[in-house]
């Protein structure tokens, strides 16, 4: 079975970009963010205004390609690494319109995390289930 990538179109807003007329450094991190939420909202079935089970503790993010205004980024995303408290994403972005042109190669690392107890906590089963039933594979 081919690993399955979780994906999501996001419209480059004008507020987005830099004096180049480039999507600005900064706003690749909140589009990771974005993805990253979606993602494990949909993967979790948690509405929205719930909190995820986890926090972001790190993100990377190389820029190979510039996006402009208007311009429609395809976000795939998936999950690269499942730890005892901890797992690691990784993001690819590209303008599906230019051949799948890479804009961005970005990561995120999240703990699993208590919020009652303010502590990491250890990942559940549930949660690696989850993600292999979605993905097929890391």
């Known amino acids: ?21 480039h999507v600005s450094a900064p706003v690749y991190y909140a589009y990771m963010l974005r993805t990253y939420l979606k993602f494990m909202h949909e993967l979790l079935q948690m509405p929205l205004p719930q909190k995820l089970p986890h926090i972001m503790i790190k993100t990377a993010c190389e820029y190979l390609h510039p996006a402009r205004y208007g311009d429609v980024i395809k976000v795939a995303s998936s999950v690269t690494h499942l730890g005892s408290k901890s ?14 042109t890479v804009l961005a190669k970005a990561s995120s ?6 919020y009652a107890a303010n502590a990491t906590t250890p990942m559940t089963d549930d949660f690696k289930q989850r993600v292999m039933s979605f993905q097929g594979a890391l």
């Open 87 to 100: 797992f690691a994403l990784d993001y690819l972005m590209t303008l599906p319109r230019q051949s799948e």
């Open 109 to 114: 690392t999240h703990v699993m995390f208590d």
């Open 1 to 21: 079975m081919a690993k399955r990538y979780f994906e999501t179109d996001i419209e480059v807003d004008y507020l987005d970009t830099d004096a180049m007329g």
